[in-house]
């Protein structure tokens, strides 16, 4: 079967021939996707290790901030022979005005990473710019966009702690985890900054998401500044590594996957390659086995840390607390000193749930960075998603009957196979899921059905000619049409379940999307969102040569 050439598989990255990657029926369920877990090639450990490679150093030059916390600051540092700034703007907020939704107008802090060194009249433009944010007007010099509210609560204590000449509670710090949470991190044009191509070429910046997540790990630091500043004292080092920075996300962040095919694919692609390479390691040497141990017990001290108020959320954190223990177990000397012992671990997880599975499977990538870190290089795919017009429409038959059974088999005529839909709220600016069979709306449905699609598509396909006879009679079904072909180059480009179903739960593809982001520790308010925290356990600004192992960190304080 000929396949368009703009859709060409993803590039052999000579991963071992003996095992075979996941199948996409298995892995792009929402029910695995929302089980999982950070890897090595998530983002923030990629640009951490991108970091330490180029022994990259972090300076201070402006520190305008008084003694309450207010005022701004900069942070540079020169990275992939480009210099960069994050420009920081503290500004005193009333109570009333904390909000950490998308449409509020003021935050405890705002950030800009700035490509450069800024100048006086730079720094005046973006203090007078940053809190304003969407409101605001931005140059191609602003990179990143972000802002941020306190925790309130840790952060008070932490400082009425280090004034009284004290470490903060231990049991405080691990209850939040953050000084400041995030409630946007902007990149790619938004607003008027730089667009991705700006700097998608330069060394350290290719990657997804890489600027944005320097932007976090900056914007960390400084919450450590801040509350040294104002509490006048300094923090231990283990109680830095654990503050982290908080974010909660919402359903904003749910369509991204769905309307990135082959940014998907590619992420997923890298996981999965990476998992089968892995899988084919004949043998471990000594320091490989005594790392997955040290690993097994990390996770135990991790899961043990991990509470949430969500009872759902809970009982599946205690499902693996409770499966732990067998998984230890398991690895006996024996099989662990056998052949392709990894495969054989693998192989054997199916017994345990499906959150368990998935944190083995990270686990499992840990102990492999030099067989298994390049794959970060093709997470970035650089081609988007076209329609090749001239594919026979029995070739386009051919795909949808071989990759799309999960769609045909859908009644989505049954009420519940249809009962949500979703939209752009006028009022929140956000996107959301309403119920179709109880509110007003559909006709505003943001076309994210699509299993629907292609279902309805294949029932009008003509059988004869060219893909541009029958879209030229049916131009509604063109986007289905580029789906199918899409998905037929790039086998993780599709979330095969109903996004429609009344059972869709829209946190599955948020958890999705933030373990490849780095984030751990999972805090769902609903089915609809969640907070997280980034950056917990990692480097500080001069720790980067310990950049590669901050994997489900520990509290250790």
Same mark, same amino acid.
């Given at each position: 079967?000929?396949?368009?050439?703009?859709?060409?598989?993803?590039?052999?990255?000579?991963?071992?021939?003996?095992?075979?990657?996941?199948?996409?029926?298995?892995?792009?369920?929402?029910?695995?996707?929302?089980?999982?877990?950070?890897?090595?090639?998530?983002?923030?450990?990629?640009?951490?290790?991108?970091?330490?490679?180029?022994?990259?150093?972090?300076?201070?030059?402006?520190?305008?901030?008084?003694?309450?916390?207010?005022?701004?600051?900069?942070?540079?540092?020169?990275?992939?022979? @480009?210099?960069?700034?994050?420009?920081?703007?503290?500004?005193?907020?009333?109570?009333?005005?904390?909000?950490?939704?998308?449409?509020?107008?003021?935050?405890?802090?705002?950030?800009?990473?700035?490509?450069?060194?800024?100048?006086?009249?730079?720094?005046?433009?973006?203090?007078?710019?940053?809190?304003?944010?969407?409101?605001?007007?931005?140059?191609?010099?602003?990179?990143?966009?972000?802002?941020?509210?306190?925790?309130?609560?840790?952060?008070?204590?932490?400082?009425?702690?280090?004034?009284?000449?004290?470490?903060?509670?231990?049991?405080?710090?691990?209850?939040?985890?953050?000084?400041?949470?995030?409630?946007?991190?902007?990149?790619?044009?938004?607003?008027?900054?730089?667009?991705?191509?700006?700097?998608?070429?330069?060394?350290?910046?290719?990657?997804?998401?890489?600027?944005?997540?320097?932007?976090?790990?900056?914007?960390?630091?400084?919450?450590?500044?801040?509350?040294?500043?104002?509490?006048?004292?300094?923090?231990?080092?283990?109680?830095?590594?654990?503050?982290?920075?908080?974010?909660?996300?919402?359903?904003?962040?749910?369509?991204?996957?769905?309307?990135?095919?082959?940014?998907?694919?590619?992420?997923?692609?890298?996981?999965?390659?990476?998992?089968?390479?892995?899988?084919?390691?004949p043998a471990l040497n000594g320091a490989q086995i005594s790392r997955i141990h040290d690993l097994v017990a990390r996770a135990a001290a991790h899961l043990a840390q991990w509470d949430v108020a969500d009872d759902i959320a809970m009982a599946r954190i205690k499902t693996i607390q409770t499966e732990w223990p067998a998984f230890a177990a398991m690895l006996t000397p024996e099989l662990l000193a056998?052949?392709?012992?990894?495969?054989?671990?693998?192989?054997?997880?199916?017994?345990?749930?499906?959150?368990?599975?998935?944190?083995?499977?990270?686990?499992?990538?840990?102990?492999?960075?030099?067989?298994?870190?390049?794959?970060?290089?093709?997470?970035?795919?650089?081609?988007?998603?076209?329609?090749?017009?001239?594919?026979?429409?029995?070739?386009?038959?051919?795909?949808?009957?071989?990759?799309?059974?999960?769609?045909?088999?859908?009644?989505?005529?049954?009420?519940?196979?249809?009962?949500? @839909?979703?939209?752009?709220?006028?009022?929140?600016?956000?996107?959301?899921?309403?119920?179709?069979?109880?509110?007003?709306?559909?006709?505003?449905?943001?076309?994210?059905?699509?299993?629907?699609?292609?279902?309805?598509?294949?029932?009008?396909?003509?059988?004869?000619?060219?893909?541009?006879? @029958?879209?030229?009679?049916?131009?509604?079904?063109?986007?289905?049409?580029?789906?199918?072909?899409?998905?037929?180059?790039?086998?993780?480009?599709?979330?095969?379940?109903?996004?429609?179903?009344?059972?869709?739960?829209?946190?599955?593809?948020?958890?999705?999307?933030?373990? @490849?982001?780095?984030?751990?520790?999972?805090?769902?308010?609903?089915?609809?969102?969640?907070?997280?925290?980034?950056?917990?356990?990692?480097?500080?600004?001069?720790?980067?040569?310990?950049?590669?192992?901050?994997?489900?960190?520990?509290?250790?304080?």
């Amino acid at each position: 079967m000929r396949l368009p050439s703009n859709l060409a598989p993803m590039k052999d990255v000579a991963a071992p021939a003996k095992v075979s990657l996941r199948p996409p029926e298995q892995v792009m369920r929402l029910s695995r996707m929302g089980a999982a877990f950070p890897t090595r090639l998530s983002f923030l450990r990629v640009l951490l290790r991108a970091l330490a490679a180029d022994r990259v150093a972090v300076s201070r030059p402006i520190w305008a901030i008084d003694a309450t916390g207010f005022g701004h600051a900069v942070y540079t540092l020169r990275f992939g022979g @480009f210099d960069y700034s994050l420009v920081v703007v503290s500004t005193d907020l009333p109570p009333d005005m904390r909000s950490d939704r998308v449409i509020a107008d003021a935050w405890d802090c705002a950030f800009v990473l700035y490509d450069g060194i800024p100048d006086a009249d730079e720094i005046a433009r973006i203090v007078a710019n940053a809190p304003l944010q969407e409101a605001a007007r931005f140059t191609a010099r602003d990179l990143v966009l972000s802002r941020a509210n306190k925790s309130v609560r840790l952060f008070d204590h932490v400082t009425q702690a280090l004034r009284a000449g004290q470490q903060p509670d231990p049991d405080a710090l691990r209850a939040t985890g953050y000084l400041m949470r995030t409630t946007a991190v902007y990149g790619n044009g938004k607003f008027g900054i730089a667009d991705r191509g700006h700097i998608a070429d330069r060394p350290g910046l290719g990657g997804p998401f890489m600027a944005e997540m320097l932007t976090v790990w900056l914007i960390r630091g400084f919450t450590h500044d801040l509350a040294e500043h104002v509490g006048g004292a300094l923090l231990s080092r283990a109680a830095k590594r654990h503050l982290g920075v908080g974010n909660a996300t919402g359903l904003g962040m749910a369509p991204f996957l769905v309307n990135h095919p082959l940014l998907l694919d590619a992420w997923m692609q890298a996981r999965e390659t990476a998992i089968a390479r892995v899988r084919a390691v004949p043998a471990l040497n000594g320091a490989q086995i005594s790392r997955i141990h040290d690993l097994v017990a990390r996770a135990a001290a991790h899961l043990a840390q991990w509470d949430v108020a969500d009872d759902i959320a809970m009982a599946r954190i205690k499902t693996i607390q409770t499966e732990w223990p067998a998984f230890a177990a398991m690895l006996t000397p024996e099989l662990l000193a056998s052949e392709y012992p990894i495969d054989q671990i693998l192989t054997q997880i199916a017994r345990w749930a499906v959150d368990t599975q998935e944190l083995i499977v990270a686990l499992v990538l840990e102990p492999f960075g030099d067989l298994v870190d390049d794959l970060a290089e093709g997470m970035a795919p650089a081609v988007l998603p076209a329609l090749d017009p001239v594919m026979d429409c029995a070739e386009l038959h051919a795909l949808i009957t071989r990759d799309w059974q999960w769609a045909l088999a859908i009644d989505y005529d049954n009420p519940n196979a249809c009962a949500q @839909f979703w939209y752009v709220s006028a009022e929140k600016l956000e996107p959301r899921l309403g119920s179709r069979h109880n509110e007003p709306g559909a006709d505003q449905e943001t076309p994210l059905d699509i299993g629907r699609q292609v279902k309805t598509m294949a029932a009008d396909l003509a059988m004869e000619g060219p893909v541009a006879r @029958f879209l030229a009679v049916c131009p509604q079904h063109r986007a289905a049409v580029r789906r199918v072909q899409t998905l037929a180059a790039h086998p993780y480009a599709e979330i095969r379940d109903n996004l429609i179903d009344a059972a869709c739960l829209p946190i599955d593809i948020l958890r999705c999307k933030l373990a @490849f982001f780095g984030a751990a520790k999972f805090d769902p308010k609903s089915d609809r969102w969640t907070r997280i925290t980034l950056a917990q356990g990692a480097p500080l600004f001069d720790e980067l040569a310990e950049a590669d192992d901050w994997w489900l960190p520990v509290a250790a304080l």
